[in-house]
């Protein structure tokens, strides 16, 4: 893939993907339940790789990568399946951020 991937198109390729291997979506409830799954497993990557705890044997062969894109996955499918256009969402999620928060970082003193 020599072309920067955009939301939509991510969109529709797991639709498609959907709909030719995978046979059907599974319904929203468990891509729910899956999507945690999938935080959860990227959550037990990332405290070790950054955190204080060690690995195990069965963390062996987890990339960070790979747990983003299991995530991101899910996220895509419960979008396609509830109507939602990621790249509208995103970019109104973005405006809302940078109005609200014009200063609020800025003027943080923890930061």
Request: proline share 1%; net charge negative; hydrophobic share 40%.
């Amino acid at each position: 893939m020599s072309e920067q991937l955009t939301l939509s198109a991510a969109q529709q390729q797991v639709d498609e993907w959907i709909k030719t291997i995978g046979v059907r979506y599974f319904n929203e409830l468990t891509n729910l339940g899956i999507l945690m799954e999938e935080v959860g497993e990227l959550s037990r990557l990332m405290v070790r790789l950054y955190g204080e705890q060690s690995f195990k044997k069965t963390d062996e062969g987890k990339e960070l990568a790979d747990e983003m894109a299991d995530v991101l996955w899910v996220l895509i499918c419960l979008a396609n399946q509830t109507g939602v256009n990621l790249t509208e969402a995103f970019e109104k999620n973005m405006a809302k951020k940078t109005n609200r928060d014009a200063t609020r970082h800025l003027e943080n003193p923890k930061l």
